[in-house]
């Protein structure tokens, strides 16, 4: 049927989930195979079954066969509320939205970004800008000494840290995620995109995104931005991209007070003329070395995949000499219930911490974000202990480690409400119970479970092994 072909067509031009470095074209064609899929998979509970077919099924025969169409399209733009619109046909009257598929229309089907044609609908949802206090004269002061714009980042810089990110949230799970990172003591990164998916604006009151961002915030996790409606640049006039980003910190500074010098462009595509528009406007240009691709694999029968390219990078690696700046979507449901279990255990089992952008990077935390409405809080969050016995680790904590950056490093809290020894001590509030180490605290305070530990001495308020 010809408008599901201009469908699929327009669905992978417009919301490929072309997560890679955009210069390796090796990566290029899987993830334009995942776009089809990506769409069809999101959108099947919530728009494709009931998308509206056309009044005009063959509507691109018509309009070849009435001559110029630009010609045409001009004409009838005053009053083009439900026909064809797009490159070769033009803008759909002021307020409609321009279809993935080309027709007019005001409905969800039609207006969500990024599918809806930016240029061509002015009710697209991407080009509503948010309420909120004007962030576009907050001087973009070069804090720090990570890269601004450029090339951008694709590695950590500190060994033993993974820093799991999340794109295009917040969404139906985020909460749910954010209790799941709370349980295992896990530091996560937002890339937050401001309009997309027919959510509504994330500074909208009505809507659920405040309190999930400022919960996000309050919590630990690091906020950065993935532009207002997660448009390609390449579609866009600078002014445009420039509100993609200005809008994005406008929603976040009215939530935050605050907004991000960190974010990541939608299907990574930045090239040069983008790196420098970025460069300007204050922006750490953040990629990643780890995709696992659950946006390809939301499915219960596929997950396994994007759990084996965890594990095929971080099985056998050493914290002591590896790091992992990882990408993860909030939006799929495999992603969050089940893939981000597996990968917490893993991370912490393999003796790594679990880290925002900013600290795997050694960026303190005020460079994270740029003041607006408030002042950038202090951030006085600590990180979980790493696990296990790698050499480096010890000397890691002892220094603070990539943690040097926050208040300290401590240890998860045993059902006692004590801290569980890390590193083999105990007492003064560090228990042996659920440690490596055995659950007698000594006479002179190390954890085993020998006779020497469990014995004459033993403290019992720090473990429950003593004899
Ligand atoms: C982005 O837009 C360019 C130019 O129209 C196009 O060639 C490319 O396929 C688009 N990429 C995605 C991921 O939509
Ligand atoms: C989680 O993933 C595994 C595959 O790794 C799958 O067998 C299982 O059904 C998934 N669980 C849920 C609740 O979807
Ligand atoms: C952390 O900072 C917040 C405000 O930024 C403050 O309310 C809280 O008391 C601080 N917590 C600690 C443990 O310092």
Same mark, same amino acid.
């Given at each position: 049927m010809r408008w599901l072909d201009a469908f699929i067509l327009a669905a992978c031009a417009s919301r490929?989930?072309?997560?890679?470095? =955009? *210069?390796? =074209? +090796? +990566?290029?064609l899987p993830k334009l195979a995942g776009a089809r899929r990506f769409l069809n998979e999101f959108n099947g509970q919530r728009r494709w079954q009931n998308r509206p077919r056309p009044l005009q099924e063959s509507g691109t025969e018509q309009a070849a066969a009435e001559g110029p169409v630009e010609k045409r399209a001009q004409l009838e733009e005053r009053q083009n509320t439900d026909g064809n619109c797009g490159p070769g046909y033009g803008s759909c009257a002021t307020g409609y939205c321009c279809s993935p598929e080309g027709w007019c229309g005001t409905t969800e089907d039609y207006c969500t970004s990024p599918d809806c044609q930016i240029n061509y609908g002015t009710g697209c949802d991407g080009n509503q800008k948010p309420a909120g206090v004007d962030t576009s004269t907050v001087a973009r002061t070069k804090l720090g000494k990570i890269a601004y714009g450029g090339v951008g980042i694709y590695d950590c810089v500190n060994t033993g840290d993974i820093a799991i990110t999340f794109d295009d949230g917040p969404w139906d799970y985020t909460n749910d995620l954010l209790d799941k990172l709370a349980d295992y003591q896990a530091k996560a990164t937002f890339f937050i995109t401001g309009t997309n998916l027919h959510k509504g604006q994330i500074n909208d009151p009505s809507l659920p995104w405040v309190s999930v961002i400022q919960r996000m915030a309050a919590e630990g996790h690091q906020i950065a931005s +993935?532009?207002?409606? +997660? !448009? *390609?640049?390449? $579609?866009? $006039?600078t002014a445009q991209y420039n509100n993609q980003i200005i809008w994005n910190e406008i929603a976040l500074n009215d939530i935050l007070g605050y907004f991000p010098t960190y974010m990541r462009p939608p299907y990574s595509i930045c090239p040069t003329a983008c790196e420098n528009q970025l460069k300007t406007l204050g922006y750490h240009v953040t990629y990643f070395d780890l995709d696992t691709e659950g946006y390809l694999n939301d499915d219960p029968t596929l997950i396994q995949n994007s759990k084996d390219i965890w594990d095929e990078a971080v099985?056998?690696? *050493?914290p002591c000499q590896d790091n992992y700046l990882n990408i993860e979507h909030d939006i799929h449901y495999q992603t969050v219930y089940n893939l981000t279990d597996y990968m917490l255990a893993s991370l912490f089992s393999h003796g790594y911490r679990s880290v925002t952008v900013g600290q795997c990077l050694g960026d303190p935390p005020e460079n994270w974000y740029r003041a607006g409405s408030s002042t950038v809080p202090a951030y006085n969050f600590t990180t979980r202990a790493p696990t296990g016995t790698w050499a480096c680790l010890a000397s890691a904590t002892a220094t603070g480690?990539? $943690?040097? $950056?926050?208040t300290g490093v401590t240890t998860p809290t045993s059902t006692s409400g004590l801290q569980v020894s890390a590193d083999g001590t105990c007492g003064s509030g560090v228990?042996?119970?659920?440690? !490596?180490?055995?659950n007698c605290c000594s006479v002179n305070s190390w954890c085993g479970a020998s006779v020497d530990y469990c014995g004459s001495g033993c403290q019992p308020a720090f473990g429950s092994g003593c004899s």
């Amino acid at each position: 049927m010809r408008w599901l072909d201009a469908f699929i067509l327009a669905a992978c031009a417009s919301r490929t989930a072309a997560h890679a470095d =955009p *210069n390796d =074209p +090796h +990566h290029a064609l899987p993830k334009l195979a995942g776009a089809r899929r990506f769409l069809n998979e999101f959108n099947g509970q919530r728009r494709w079954q009931n998308r509206p077919r056309p009044l005009q099924e063959s509507g691109t025969e018509q309009a070849a066969a009435e001559g110029p169409v630009e010609k045409r399209a001009q004409l009838e733009e005053r009053q083009n509320t439900d026909g064809n619109c797009g490159p070769g046909y033009g803008s759909c009257a002021t307020g409609y939205c321009c279809s993935p598929e080309g027709w007019c229309g005001t409905t969800e089907d039609y207006c969500t970004s990024p599918d809806c044609q930016i240029n061509y609908g002015t009710g697209c949802d991407g080009n509503q800008k948010p309420a909120g206090v004007d962030t576009s004269t907050v001087a973009r002061t070069k804090l720090g000494k990570i890269a601004y714009g450029g090339v951008g980042i694709y590695d950590c810089v500190n060994t033993g840290d993974i820093a799991i990110t999340f794109d295009d949230g917040p969404w139906d799970y985020t909460n749910d995620l954010l209790d799941k990172l709370a349980d295992y003591q896990a530091k996560a990164t937002f890339f937050i995109t401001g309009t997309n998916l027919h959510k509504g604006q994330i500074n909208d009151p009505s809507l659920p995104w405040v309190s999930v961002i400022q919960r996000m915030a309050a919590e630990g996790h690091q906020i950065a931005s +993935h532009t207002w409606s +997660h !448009e *390609n640049y390449s $579609t866009l $006039t600078t002014a445009q991209y420039n509100n993609q980003i200005i809008w994005n910190e406008i929603a976040l500074n009215d939530i935050l007070g605050y907004f991000p010098t960190y974010m990541r462009p939608p299907y990574s595509i930045c090239p040069t003329a983008c790196e420098n528009q970025l460069k300007t406007l204050g922006y750490h240009v953040t990629y990643f070395d780890l995709d696992t691709e659950g946006y390809l694999n939301d499915d219960p029968t596929l997950i396994q995949n994007s759990k084996d390219i965890w594990d095929e990078a971080v099985d056998g690696s *050493n914290p002591c000499q590896d790091n992992y700046l990882n990408i993860e979507h909030d939006i799929h449901y495999q992603t969050v219930y089940n893939l981000t279990d597996y990968m917490l255990a893993s991370l912490f089992s393999h003796g790594y911490r679990s880290v925002t952008v900013g600290q795997c990077l050694g960026d303190p935390p005020e460079n994270w974000y740029r003041a607006g409405s408030s002042t950038v809080p202090a951030y006085n969050f600590t990180t979980r202990a790493p696990t296990g016995t790698w050499a480096c680790l010890a000397s890691a904590t002892a220094t603070g480690g990539s $943690t040097a $950056t926050t208040t300290g490093v401590t240890t998860p809290t045993s059902t006692s409400g004590l801290q569980v020894s890390a590193d083999g001590t105990c007492g003064s509030g560090v228990t042996c119970d659920g440690s !490596e180490y055995g659950n007698c605290c000594s006479v002179n305070s190390w954890c085993g479970a020998s006779v020497d530990y469990c014995g004459s001495g033993c403290q019992p308020a720090f473990g429950s092994g003593c004899s």
